[in-house]
């Protein structure tokens, strides 16, 4: 059974940090990308960062640049995306997702997490 579950949101102030984990199962991790997708109340959802689990590549939205990190523990079979000087615009749920290729078709969803940013 596949399985993605994503962990680490919370409560925190704008300014801060947070380190949400998406850990994995049930698929060959290395032959696929996970990306990390957002959804916040009243607005669509959104392509947050993606990382290619066979080459390495990595993807951001404009909106995350120079602020979020993803990573990737391939004997954990875990994805991590480290989010800095969170924005009360960053307050969301946050999916992972599996796919074959970045910015293709995404064919495993997990349960979300939530973050919250205080302003």
């Known amino acids: 059974e596949v399985q993605l579950q994503a962990s680490g949101g919370g409560l925190v102030q704008a300014g801060g940090y947070l380190r949400i984990s998406c850990l994995t199962s049930?698929?060959?991790?290395?032959?696929?990308?996970i990306g990390w997708f957002r959804e916040a109340p009243g607005k669509e959802r959104e392509g947050v960062s993606c990382?290619?689990?066979?080459?390495?590549?990595?993807g951001y939205a404009d909106s995350v640049k120079g602020r979020f990190t993803i990573s990737r523990e391939n004997f954990k079979s875990t994805v991590y995306l480290q989010m800095n000087n969170l924005r009360f615009e960053d307050t969301a749920v946050y999916y992972c997702s599996a796919t074959r290729i970045c910015g293709g078709e995404y064919e495993y969803w997990g349960r979300g997490t939530q973050v919250t940013v205080s302003s």
């Open positions: 990382i290619s689990l066979s080459d390495g590549n990595i």
């Open positions: 049930g698929f060959t991790f290395e032959d696929y990308g």
